[in-house]
């Protein structure tokens, strides 16, 4: 299948500071890209989807202003936490699909990022 | 409100016997299902789809079924294998876009 790439998949960081988290399709263009955050035991719940070039749609409940999510070309999307404080620690996964494809629909997962705010 | 619900959060079953994992969805414009399985601390990876035009999908050892007019959803695995342990998400989208999960379904399988 189609690889996705998240980078880093584990990061620590002082509260009050931003971490930026990656998202790279490597071997297909990304038309469309999911933001999703894991808690433990819990459902993997949508934060966001963006379109390569426009701003991205945000699920109700999510800051917009604390999850800034860029996604400038078809390869790469960003999720930067600002201000990051402890409870913003979590799993958080980025999935992307090529809406342009024939056939299935299925998104492609990244790895991803367990982010720590200390 | 869950849009996609799985209601057994986990499952036991011995090996070589069939696991079913079910799932129930309340939009009734959704028009695709996906079957994801994942490991602790890694991304989910695509298992099985349907599309809401068909009520079953056959792939190896995981077939999924679709009841649309019970807006249910179920994925048969057999024969089960130790290394289908796992947690299964099943997830629904409309027009192949916004895609919700349910909350996830533990599968151990007992050698």
């Known amino acids: 299948g189609a690889v996705v790439s998240q980078h880093p998949s584990r990061v620590i960081c002082k509260s009050g500071t931003s971490v930026k988290i990656e998202c790279r399709s490597l071997d297909f263009q990304a038309t469309t890209m999911f933001w999703y955050r894991q808690f433990p035991k819990q459902s993997l719940m949508l934060m966001a989807t963006?379109?390569?070039?426009?701003?991205?749609?945000?699920e109700q409940g999510v800051e917009k202003d604390k999850f800034l999510i860029n996604h400038a070309s078809l390869t790469l999307s960003t999720l930067t936490v600002t201000s990051a404080h402890p409870e913003d620690s979590s799993f958080y996964i980025c999935?992307?699909?090529?809406?342009?494809?024939?056939?299935?629909?299925?998104?492609?997962f990244g790895q991803g990022t367990r982010l720590t705010v200390v | 409100d869950q849009q996609v619900k799985q209601n057994s959060p986990s499952l036991s079953v011995q090996e070589g016997r069939i696991s079913i994992l079910n799932c129930d969805y309340t939009n009734s414009m959704f028009d695709y299902f996906l079957w994801y399985k994942k490991y602790p601390a890694e991304g989910p990876t695509f298992l099985i789809s349907i599309s809401s035009i068909k009520d079953k999908n056959e792939d190896g050892r995981f077939t999924v079924f679709l009841n649309k007019s019970a807006k249910h959803l179920s994925l048969h695995i057999v024969p089960s294998q130790p290394g289908d342990s796992a947690v299964y998400f099943c997830a629904a989208s409309t027009g192949g876009f916004k895609t919700i999960f349910g909350a996830g379904t533990r599968l151990f399988v007992k050698a």
């Open positions: 963006s379109n390569e070039g426009s701003k991205a749609t945000y």
């Open positions: 999935s992307a699909r090529d809406g342009r494809r024939e056939g299935g629909t299925e998104a492609f």
